[in-house]
């Protein structure tokens, strides 16, 4: 009994049932409506062809599964039946393989070829499909894989590649025996050979609408050829090695070519000259492919098994997959509808990838170690680092802060849980031991050439002294010490009745004034009584200063240090005394301002 599994699928038909509900009162992208990143506006999706403003939703970087054969062997070309219900590989056995579309299961083999297989095209009919080998034999299908017609000799070599014309009545081949021939599809008889490649011809494709073929070959040439005449047109030596790919735009304007020198170039025929290169790949370029419905949109693929997708204008990938296959990528399939990317590869398997839904992190083995720039707007919805250790409670950062601001004021270690260490949430950074926690500094006094000669003198003297200078942790700030600090965008100016107090550090820290001798270290966490004691400390050191002036400060109540004196000027600190002379004149004597409402 085999054992039950669940198989992933990826169906189609619920968002085309949508579009037909709303395509009658969407008239464009205005009406439409937006998604949002969560799982349940999976709801509100769309097909690719109804996001044509926005290619950035169409891409297939998602891994759904892989197909093996039981015969292990390299997958050298995929095809999707037009209706999009299977997916057709060709090996190097020979064999055709037909997958499920939706859940990607095996549905049937058959011997197709005695020898390798290497190219495969459908009609525009969609009623045949033409297939080629390493022994240079092209081969007719009906849709049901049914064989009806065999060239054995239509090359001498390996037929590298296959396209038909618009009409389907003509249909164009390229070999490595260095000729591109165009064929009569009803009589399968050759009409004319295109010689001109002086080596082996990698690729052929033939123009959306007209009778223009391109080809690339190992002559490190990409040639436009005119399929009535058989004559060469023009000839582009943009590339420095073989040139392995070659497609055209359904726009008709834009032919897309790669090669072994890790190249993509995108030529224009209006103007015939190249208009974009794009780099990025560290191996050869084996493969490429449009998408159906986004005309600057295309995949490539790369020896080293890598993928990326790209978007005509930019330069650099909007997407990589650097570990798609473990081997060479040999050829990209889209389906018809254009929601999902079919590869095949030398490392014998078939991959199957898709779009991602809203919501989707995309962080799968393909994708883990990846760190996206999250600056590309609208574009795949995982542009989000891959952290190896969860972040710290607390959020991110503060706008305006810094790593190094995150402290307690007046002790100047981390806080606990922050985003300073190194993305540890569970760890808390140490508080140095002969830290405590005490009150803040107050606020730093003047500059020495604005004191007098007996305050500068007791400044040195009690610098030479360090050690005289402890001052013992206080519990709480005093009561009005944000008045007390002056703000930082006013210039210090002496005080017209008091001098500024010295800077006093904190405990642990050499300062510039000697402090009142005070009982050892309060507990850490005092009573009212302590607070009291502390207070009245600090006031009785405001007026030891007071006392000390030379210049015969006038002194006011401890209880009260900013009343109005009787001349109608209210002392206050430096920038923040609009009474001082040269700014205001003096006010009449009475209560204040603020006080009369």
């Known amino acids: 009994m085999r054992k039950l599994t669940q198989r992933r699928a990826v169906d189609y038909t619920s968002t085309a049932v949508r579009y037909m509900q709303t395509r009658m009162w969407q008239r464009d992208c205005r009406d439409r409506t937006g998604l949002q990143s969560t799982p349940a506006a999976a709801i509100d999706m769309l097909p690719t062809v109804a996001y044509s403003d926005n290619p950035s939703t169409s891409f297939t970087a998602k891994f759904v599964h892989t197909s093996l054969n039981k015969n292990r062997c390299s997958i050298n070309c995929v095809l999707w039946t037009p209706n999009g219900r299977r997916l057709i590989t060709g090996s190097?056995?020979?064999?055709?393989?037909?997958?499920?579309?939706?859940?990607?299961?095996?549905?049937?083999?058959?011997?197709?070829?005695?020898?390798?297989?290497?190219s495969m095209v459908w009609s525009h009919n969609d009623n045949w499909m033409v297939s080629g080998d390493d022994g240079g034999a092209i081969k007719y299908w009906q849709s049901n894989m049914n064989n009806v017609k065999a060239n054995k000799s239509a090359h001498k070599e390996s037929v590298r590649d296959l396209s038909f014309c618009r009409t389907d009545l003509k249909f164009c081949s390229c070999s490595d025996d260095t000729t591109v021939k165009v064929w009569d599809f009803a009589s399968c008889q050759e009409e004319r050979s295109l010689t001109g490649h002086g080596w082996d011809v990698k690729s052929v494709d033939w123009h959306p609408t007209k009778s223009l073929l391109v080809s690339g070959g190992k002559d490190n040439l990409v040639k436009l050829w005119d399929a009535k005449s058989g004559k060469e047109l023009?000839?582009?030596?943009?590339?420095?090695?073989?040139?392995?790919?070659?497609?055209?735009?359904?726009?008709?304007?834009?032919?897309?070519?790669?090669?072994?020198?890790?190249?993509?170039?995108?030529?224009?025929?209006?103007?015939?000259k190249e208009l974009e290169s794009f780099r990025g790949h560290r191996k050869d370029v084996t493969a490429l492919a449009w998408h159906p419905f986004h005309e600057e949109y295309f995949v490539s693929g790369s020896f080293d098994g890598s993928m990326f997708h790209w978007l005509v204008g930019h330069e650099t990938p909007q997407i990589e997959v650097p570990t798609a296959h473990d081997n060479s990528v040999w050829d990209l399939a889209w389906h018809p509808i254009g929601y999902l990317l079919c590869s095949g590869s030398n490392d014998h398997t078939t991959k199957f990838w898709c779009r991602n839904r809203p919501g989707d992190t995309a962080r799968d083995k393909f994708t883990m170690n990846q760190n996206q720039d999250p600056n590309l707007g609208g574009r795949f919805p995982g542009n989000f680092p891959v952290l190896d250790q969860p972040l710290a409670p607390g959020g991110p950062f503060v706008p305006g802060l810094t790593r190094n601001e995150g402290t307690i004021p007046g002790v100047g270690a981390a806080m606990p849980f922050s985003l300073d260490s190194p993305l540890h949430g569970d760890q808390t950074q140490?508080?140095?031991?002969?830290?405590?926690?005490?009150?803040?500094?107050?606020?730093?006094?003047?500059?020495?050439?604005?004191?007098?000669?007996?305050?500068?003198?007791?400044?040195?003297?009690?610098?030479?002294?360090?050690?005289?200078?402890?001052?013992?942790?206080?519990p709480m700030p005093p009561p009005n010490m944000q008045q007390l600090q002056p703000p930082s965008h006013h210039s210090l100016l002496p005080h017209p009745h008091l001098p500024r107090p010295p800077?006093?550090?904190?405990?642990?820290?050499?300062?510039?004034?000697?402090?009142?001798?005070?009982?050892?270290?309060?507990?850490?966490?005092?009573?009212?009584?302590?607070?009291?004691?502390?207070?009245?400390?600090?006031?009785?050191?405001?007026?030891?200063?007071?006392?000390?002036?030379?210049?015969?400060?006038?002194?006011?109540?401890?209880?009260?240090?900013?009343?109005?004196?009787?001349?109608?000027?209210?002392?206050?600190?430096?920038?923040?005394?609009?009474?001082?002379s040269g700014m205001q004149p003096p006010l009449p004597p009475g209560p204040p301002p603020h006080s009369q409402q």
């Open 430 to 474: 140490p508080l140095p031991i002969s830290m405590t926690l005490g009150a803040p500094p107050l606020p730093p006094g003047p500059h020495p050439s604005l004191l007098n000669p007996n305050q500068q003198h007791q400044q040195q003297r009690y610098q030479q002294n360090p050690q005289q200078q402890q001052m013992p942790p206080l």
């Open 503 to 580: 800077q006093m550090p904190p405990h642990g820290m050499p300062g510039s004034l000697p402090t009142p001798s005070m009982p050892g270290s309060l507990p850490p966490m005092p009573g009212q009584r302590v607070i009291n004691q502390s207070v009245t400390q600090f006031l009785l050191m405001l007026t030891s200063l007071g006392q000390s002036n030379a210049t015969g400060g006038q002194m006011y109540p401890q209880s009260s240090p900013f009343n109005r004196p009787q001349g109608g000027q209210m002392p206050m600190m430096p920038g923040y005394n609009p009474y001082q």
């Open 234 to 272: 023009s000839s582009f030596h943009g590339h420095k090695n073989t040139v392995l790919c070659v497609k055209w735009n359904q726009n008709g304007n834009w032919v897309l070519t790669a090669g072994k020198d890790q190249i993509i170039k995108l030529y224009d025929i209006r103007a015939m």
């Open 92 to 118: 190097q056995s020979g064999e055709f393989t037909l997958w499920n579309g939706q859940s990607f299961n095996f549905e049937m083999i058959l011997q197709a070829h005695d020898q390798a297989i290497r």
